[in-house]
DNA sequence: TTAATACCTTCGTGTTACACGAAGGCAAGA
DNA sequence: TCTTGCCTTCGTGTAACACGAAGGTATTAA
């Protein structure tokens, strides 16, 4: 049995966030005592985990809060919570490519800037060079830009 | 030259965000005609091209203003640009990381689901496994929620 | 000439998922 | 008794706009 505090160091959460998942009803084993403090037992735990878990996965609380009402529907809505999951991964997939784009993306844009200060392109210490390169910020901030 | 709708069509931004972002000084070289109308150049067009694409990648609004008016100062600002751009890069690397475990971690729970619903498991269409797997629906939101 | 269209401005609200603080109250332990 | 820790509601702030309204200006077409 364990209080609010106690609840998020568990998890890892703010107690700012525990209230809030409790009182949005994503914890559905959350019981109050007879001063109506919040008491977490383990399984309230495992729903903070899991809440925490889906939330990091980048899923909105209001469909964190479908699938759980689902789950609490019992196991005949276990075709239902699958469907829902499985749109889930597939946006999530689709979120890692992006990211996969962005951090190629990146990379290019870093080397170039490396390249640069390794003179092995300009050096643009030397103000001899400076009218030569003189737009090569924009060359640099645009070059990879096109892409995206 | 482009007017606002123009600039939003090309680049796939909304109008209130190419509002948005040259009024937040992010399109340095947008100009006012007489009729104090935003007029947008090719420059002005890879400016919010670029600004777009680091938006994507996550860098925030701020960030991205720092960035541009190092751009703005010339090339001595090159080796500021270069470090700000490569701890970018490394944020964009964590998150890629990230979402690799978020995919990974979605597989398992659809494939869970999957075997479920294949009657690999069981039968959970039968009421007389009803009880049996009664917690069950806790399990597979559990399982592979304690790793992240 | 008039009406429609497209641009401009500022203002204000709504969104998401909280963070943070304040005010005010209750209950248990030293 | 005092402190601590919990509770509540309220209100503000965040990021990056979305969206609409109100009110003004300028061009253009009928």
Redesign the pocket.
């Known amino acids: 049995m364990y ?3 106690e609840a998020a160091q568990i998890t890892g959460l ?1 107690e ?2 525990v ?2 998942y409790t009182d949005k009803g994503l914890v559905p084993s959350v019981q109050r005592n007879e ?4 008491i977490f037992d383990g399984e309230s735990i495992n729903w903070l985990h899991g809440v925490k878990c889906l ?1 990091q996965s980048g899923m ?3 469909v964190i809060k479908m699938y759980i009402d689902l789950c609490i529907e019992g196991d005949s809505t276990i075709p239902q919570r699958y469907t829902l999951m499985m749109e889930h991964k597939e946006a999530a997939l689709a979120k890692l490519e992006e990211a996969k784009l962005h951090v190629a993306h990146l990379e290019e844009k870093t080397a170039l800037y490396q390249a640069i200060l390794e003179h092995r392109i300009l050096d643009t210490t030397n103000p001899a060079n400076w009218d030569r390169i003189q737009h090569m910020h924009g060359d640099v901030f645009y070059k990879a830009s096109r892409r995206v």
Not at 35 to 38: K, V
């Open positions: 209080t609010v505090k703010t700012h966030a209230r809030f001063n109506n403090i919040r939330k909105p609380i209001d």
